[in-house]
Antibody, heavy 122, light 107 residues
Framework: EEQLLQSGGGLVQPGGSLRLSCAAS????????MGWVRQAPRKGLEWVSS????????DYAEFVKGRFTISRDNSKNTLDLQMKSLRAEDTAVYYC???????????????WGQGATVTVSS | EIVLTQSPGILSLSPGERATLSCRAS???????LAWYQQKPGQAPRLVIY???SRATGIPDRFSGSGSGTDFTLTISRLEPEDFAVYYC????????FGQGTKVEIK
């Protein structure tokens, strides 16, 4: 069974940093693009970032460019999101997602992690 | 940047009725790269449809997707109690973007 198990999240002050991690199992990790999607309280889904299967290509939503960094370790089957200069508006549940099909950076999302809550508040 | 607009915002129906959800794109979606997701309260979203009309693994055949270009539709032929949820469309033909969601609620 394909699974994504997330860790990280928590309460952080504005301007602070946080790292989210996602451990994948049940599929050939380096064959698929991966990404992060977030959902603010009582709001819709919002794409955050994507990374290609090799890790050589990345893409970011405008609102996180320069502040968030996506990375993957194909030897450990893990995906990370390093978040810096966090703002109150970054408060959300963050989901790790697996790319379906063969899209390099743009894809549908066929497996979702359980979500990690990030709260940015003083 | 492609913007997706879903309608209606809320759909109030009874079990057994047909649900028709719309997703309109601000420009043509490449190769019908459009997906639909179902989300229930407190849960992660679940893929329902990809490629505009292909059902994801485990999705019952009462769910169907159609459309191309800028207009796409998700149809649930006969609503079951477990189908009441929020549905999002997402395009992946040009970067990635989601619609704002349609809530299907029990009338």
């Amino acid at each position: 069974e394909e699974q994504l198990l997330q860790s990280g999240g928590g309460l952080v002050q504005p301007g602070g940093s946080l790292r989210l991690s996602c451990a994948a199992s049940g599929f050939t990790f380096n064959s698929y693009a991966m990404g992060w999607v977030r959902q603010a309280p009582r709001k819709g889904l919002e794409w955050v970032s994507s990374i290609s299967g090799s890790g050589g290509g990345t893409d970011y939503a405008e609102f996180v460019k320069g502040r968030f960094t996506i990375s993957r370790d194909n030897s450990k089957n893990t995906l990370d999101l390093q978040m810096k200069s966090l703002r109150a508006e970054d408060t959300a549940v963050y989901y790790c997602v697996k790319g379906g099909g063969w899209g390099i950076l743009a894809f549908y999302m066929d497996v979702w992690g359980q979500g990690a809550t990030v709260t940015v508040s003083s | 940047e492609i913007v997706l607009t879903q309608s209606p915002g809320i759909l109030s129906l009874s079990p057994g009725e047909r649900a028709t959800l719309s997703c309109r794109a601000s420009q043509s979606v490449t190769s019908s790269y459009l997906a639909w997701y179902q989300q229930k309260p407190g849960q992660a979203p679940r893929l329902v449809i990809y490629g505009a009309s292909s059902r994801a693994t485990g999705i019952p055949d009462r769910f169907s997707g159609s459309g191309s270009g800028t207009d796409f539709t998700l149809t649930i032929s006969r609503l079951e109690p477990e189908d009441f949820a929020v549905y999002y469309c997402q395009q992946y033909g040009s970067s990635l973007a989601f619609g704002q969601g349609t809530k299907v609620e029990i009338k």
